[in-house]
């Protein structure tokens, strides 16, 4: 059964072989990451909840000042 395949590129043994234990360890969806204490987490720690904001407008709109 494949579960995922090369679409390009010619990786080595070495080089599937740790992309097959990432993938392992994602898909056991465990982690050993040290939490940091009083680390942020959720939106706000990543700045989700902030408004998108581009200070350069759109191709053909209006500016005014």
Same mark, same amino acid.
């Given at each position: 059964? &494949?579960?995922? @395949?090369?679409?390009?590129? &010619?990786?080595?043994? %070495?080089? $599937?072989?740790?992309?097959?234990?990432? $993938?392992?360890?994602? /898909?056991?969806?465990?982690?050993?990451?040290?939490?940091? %204490?009083?680390?942020?987490?959720?939106?706000? /720690?990543?700045?989700?909840? @902030?408004?998108?904001?581009?200070?350069?407008?759109? /191709?053909?709109?209006?500016?005014?000042?």
């Amino acid at each position: 059964m &494949n579960c995922w @395949r090369i679409a390009g590129g &010619n990786p080595t043994a %070495e080089e $599937l072989a740790a992309l097959t234990a990432v $993938l392992t360890a994602l /898909a056991a969806g465990g982690t050993d990451a040290p939490v940091e %204490e009083g680390a942020p987490d959720g939106p706000q /720690a990543t700045a989700w909840h @902030r408004p998108h904001h581009n200070p350069h407008p759109s /191709a053909g709109t209006w500016q005014t000042g």
